[in-house]
């Protein structure tokens, strides 16, 4: 088997604040994630897990520190050509969903595309709404859904640009057992039928336990990984 590498993270350290009131969220944090890759992230609130992923996702920068996609350094970017590489590259799902109120499922799913005035592939959204098992909801708003079915939804948002990476954040923290295990089967299926490379954080062991490898952190450190 070839390993491709896909995500480079080196010495990664991101510092809030100054003098007494200096928090130090990541301190030195290094590792790397194979294409194809589900990579779960555990640790407690606070740990710097959420500030890893988003640094990873372009969302926030680092006080010092390299990430590396696709062989890119994506802080080398200016703002606006980092913005479009992460709406083009970075698939994010959140915790509470982030859809847009007045955009039906199928306009909800499409939406990065829009943004950059691209054409949607009939057969690609297709395909896309019956893994989701969405076909049925494309003209729902996002109130007339449950929280599963918008999590879905959301999923959908971040595949539909076939990104090189999906971040998830927390997705189950706002779903009941039984649709959290709907969402954690779904990004498994992601994973193996789409090859599509995953990270994941949560604080939950149990959903932690369905990916590849799992690294832990404690006060924005690597205290174990395997």
Do not use: W
Not at 21 to 36: I, M, P, Y
């Amino acid at each position: 088997m070839i390993f491709m590498e896909i995500l480079r993270v080196e010495n990664l350290t991101k510092i809030y604040g100054k003098g007494n009131s200096k928090v130090v969220a990541l301190d030195n944090v290094s590792f790397t994630v194979e294409k194809g890759e589900f990579v779960a992230i555990i640790g407690a609130s606070g740990s710097g897990k959420s500030t890893l992923l988003h640094i990873i996702g372009g969302v926030d920068k680092p006080t010092s520190g390299k990430v590396y996609i696709d062989g890119l350094d994506i802080f080398s970017l200016n703002d606006d050509k980092l913005a479009i590489f992460r709406r083009r590259q970075v698939g994010l799902i959140y915790q509470f969903y982030n859809l847009i109120p007045i955009l039906n499922v199928e306009e909800n799913i499409c939406l990065p595309l829009f943004l950059d005035n691209r054409t949607v592939s009939k057969d690609k959204l297709n395909d896309l709404l019956n893994l989701l098992g969405l076909s049925h909801r494309v003209n729902h708003l996002p109130n007339e859904l449950s929280g599963g079915e918008q999590q879905r939804a959301s999923i959908g948002r971040a595949l539909i640009t076939s990104p090189t990476l999906i971040l998830a954040d927390e997705p189950t923290g706002n779903l009941d057992s039984k649709a959290s295990d709907e969402i954690v089967s779904l990004l498994k299926k992601t994973n193996k039928d789409y090859k599509q490379t995953i990270i994941m954080i949560t604080h939950n062991l149990e959903i932690a336990k369905c990916a590849d490898r799992i690294i832990k952190i404690e006060d924005g450190k690597i205290v174990k990984e395997g």
